[in-house]
């Protein structure tokens, strides 16, 4: 028996870590469950997978350049996730010194030096086609890219189209699922020891029958999965879908999720908002909305910038704030009531970052991350003036606060 128990073990460990995936770099992931609420939203690296044979993933992440009619940089702007991400080192080309753009390893890489991470925003051919532009061109078609990175609507009639055609591959993959739970539970739980003789040799009986059932399934389920595959047509064009499936074809447990297997590289890249607003529930899309729009009005500063690239994030910021504020429009959300001041979170709190909103006494202009802070709004219940207490900061855990090293 205990062989058969390392096999389950195995089993189910391989089922669990099946569609886990390792981002680049910090990323959004929104996971639909079985039934049609909304999806859980993650922001990390490690992406988790959906359990449920009826669920899938969507993965996005914040557009990790800017752009302008004179050049590209890694800078971002408009970024929805907290910590905002920044590059290393951070770079800027004129599109007149752009000669090469490749991709390795997930990473854009321009003349050479590794850029940012290949999200699918702008692939290598579009960064070179925008380079080979007439100067005068270059800021139609770039408003014309930032358009396209803010359509909740398709992403809404994609995730129509993939639970359609994968709906009977979801439906056998769930009944393969509770069988070879079942049969775990049965073999590794012992339980032929608790029923009787005869039950438990009719059971043995039944026992190859049920694994032949089971396999059944899984040559189904792959068939299904193969054709809806062909049907549904990736967004990227480093397609490796077939591949997975081929995988899973050797390995069952990685055939249990044929839904998330086929809605990899299928929606196209977004902006996190426009993904929010399909999905997710209104606290995430509050939460991302506010990020976004903060990181427009007040993002990070630092002394290492080029001037170059503070000019095309400038250009590309204003750009994108349009697009942003339709967004958070369709969410019934405003700019003025997503950075409305907040009101003092204790009697000697007076200003606050309008970026993190982290709240501090009075003596000091700007926050660690280097962001003037505003006055926060008057509260009677905590206008017991202190002004002689020695200034300090306080930070109140926030999940909008930047990380202390960005
Ligand atoms: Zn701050």
Not at 253 to 268: E, M, N, S, V
């Amino acid at each position: 028996m205990s062989e058969w128990i390392s096999v389950i073990a195995v089993y189910w460990t391989l089922w669990a870590i099946d569609g886990l995936k390792l981002a680049p770099r910090r990323t959004f992931a929104l996971i639909r469950g079985p039934r049609r609420f909304f999806a859980r939203l993650h922001y990390r690296r490690w992406l988790p997978p959906s359990f449920s044979p009826f669920g899938w993933r969507i993965i996005t992440s914040d557009i990790p350049l800017s752009l302008s009619p004179e050049g590209v940089t890694n800078l971002m702007s408009g970024s929805a996730g907290r910590p905002a991400e920044r590059p290393v080192s951070v770079r800027a080309w004129r599109w007149e010194e752009l000669e090469q753009v490749g991709v390795a390893k997930g990473w854009l890489y321009l003349n050479g030096q590794r850029f940012c991470p290949d999200t699918g925003h702008l692939r290598a051919p579009d960064l070179l086609a925008l380079a080979r532009l007439p100067p005068d061109h270059r800021a139609a078609r770039i408003r014309r890219l930032v358009r396209s990175w803010f359509r909740p609507g398709h992403l809404q009639r994609r995730a129509r189209v993939l639970a359609g055609r994968t709906r009977a591959a979801a439906f056998l993959n769930a009944v393969a699922l509770a069988g070879t739970c079942l049969l775990s539970i049965y073999v590794a739980g012992n339980v032929a020891d608790y029923l009787g003789e005869a039950r438990a040799a009719a059971i043995a009986g039944v026992l190859p029958w049920t694994l032949l059932a089971l396999l059944i399934l899984h040559f189904a389920g792959i068939m299904l999965g193969w054709r809806a595959l062909r049907r549904l047509r990736s967004a990227d064009p480093s397609d490796r879908r077939g591949g997975a499936l081929f995988s899973a074809l050797l390995l069952p447990p990685q055939a249990l999720k044929i839904r998330l297997l086929a809605a990899d590289g299928y929606f196209p890249a977004q902006h996190p908002l426009a993904a929010a607003l399909a999905f997710a529930r209104q606290s995430d899309r509050q939460e991302l909305g506010f990020n976004a729009l903060a990181d427009l009005r007040w993002p990070l500063a630092s002394a290492d910038t080029p001037a170059a690239a503070g000019a095309i994030t400038a250009w590309f910021s204003a750009e994108l704030e349009p697009q942003i504020q339709a967004t958070l429009h369709l969410m019934g959300l405003t700019p003025a009531t997503l950075l409305q001041a907040p009101e003092p979170d204790g009697p000697t709190s007076c200003l606050y970052c309008p970026r993190c909103r982290d709240q501090f006494t009075a003596g000091r202009s700007h926050c660690p991350h280097g962001i003037a802070l505003q006055p926060t709004l008057p509260n009677s219940s905590h206008r017991n003036d202190r002004g002689g207490e020695a200034a300090s900061c306080r930070f109140p855990s926030s999940k909008r606060r930047d990380a202390a090293s960005t």
